[in-house]
């Protein structure tokens, strides 16, 4: 079966803590992507990851293809990062398609 | 840009009825995917359409759903009859180039179905 988890399911910091957020994948995949969601529902995508590094502002994300797993790291944090991070795979299996399938996000509450 | 557009925000209506959902995908971008999120099951992936054709319809739960896209400025999903079960949040995304590039999403449409 092919499945994403995320850990941890909720993380509460202080601001300023370095958090980080992971993401593990059953199966080989072609692309991986990190989406925010906000408080108040809407939903942004962070990144889309095929391989190694990027990094936008205080956001860093990783993705190790050998291992099947993926870290999103917060840098800094700050109370507006308070959010559910969500991370969705396309797995290279032809039998999937083109279908993402989600974790189950990770609940963030950065206090200040 | 005004980014993508969905209508409308928010549907209550009763079992059985009739529920059109409407989205406008941000310009220029050939990707729409409509999504839906429960509490139970999370997002989900409903239906994926490149170049106004729908690529991977996989993700529709049943017949009772239907989406279409007439142009590359519009998208409807519809669901005919609507059951309690199908309340949910729908979001509608649009990106250049596929499941491999940045999806911008819509705010969604709130349904509940009584």
């Known amino acids: 079966k092919n499945e994403v988890e995320q850990s941890p399911q909720n993380l509460t910091a202080q601001e300023g803590e370095f958090i980080t957020i992971n993401c593990s994948y059953s199966?080989?995949?072609?692309?991986l992507h990190w989406l925010q969601q906000h408080p108040g529902g809407g939903i942004v995508s962070l990144f889309m990851?095929?391989?190694g590094k990027k990094k936008h502002g205080r956001l860093i994300a990783t993705i190790n293809i050998q291992e099947k797993h993926s870290s999103l790291h917060i840098t800094a944090s700050h109370p507006r990062d308070s959010a559910v991070y969500i991370c969705?795979?396309?797995?290279?299996?032809?039998?999937?398609?083109?279908?993402?399938?989600f974790g189950g996000g990770t609940r963030v509450l950065v206090k200040p | 840009d005004a980014g993508v557009i969905q209508s409308p925000r928010h549907e209550v209506t009763e079992m059985g009825q009739e529920v059109t959902l409407r989205c406008k995908p941000i310009?220029?971008?050939?990707?729409l995917f409509w999504y839906r999120q429960t509490m139970m099951r999370g997002l989900e992936l409903l239906i994926y359409?490149?170049?106004?054709?729908?690529?991977?319809d996989s993700g529709m739960p049943e017949d009772r759903f239907s989406a279409k896209m007439p142009n590359a400025s519009f998208s409807t999903l519809k669901i005919q009859p609507s059951e309690p079960r199908d309340s949910a949040v729908y979001f509608c995304?649009?990106?250049?180039?596929?499941?491999?590039?940045?999806?911008?999403f819509g705010p969604g449409t709130r349904l509940l179905v009584l």
């Open positions: 990851l095929s391989s």
């Open positions: 310009s220029g971008h050939n990707s």
């Open positions: 359409f490149n170049n106004n054709v729908p690529i991977d």
């Open positions: 969705a795979v396309r797995w290279t299996i032809k039998a999937a398609g083109n279908k993402l399938t």
């Open positions: 199966v080989g995949i072609s692309a």
């Open positions: 995304a649009s990106s250049w180039g596929g499941v491999y590039e940045t999806q911008y």
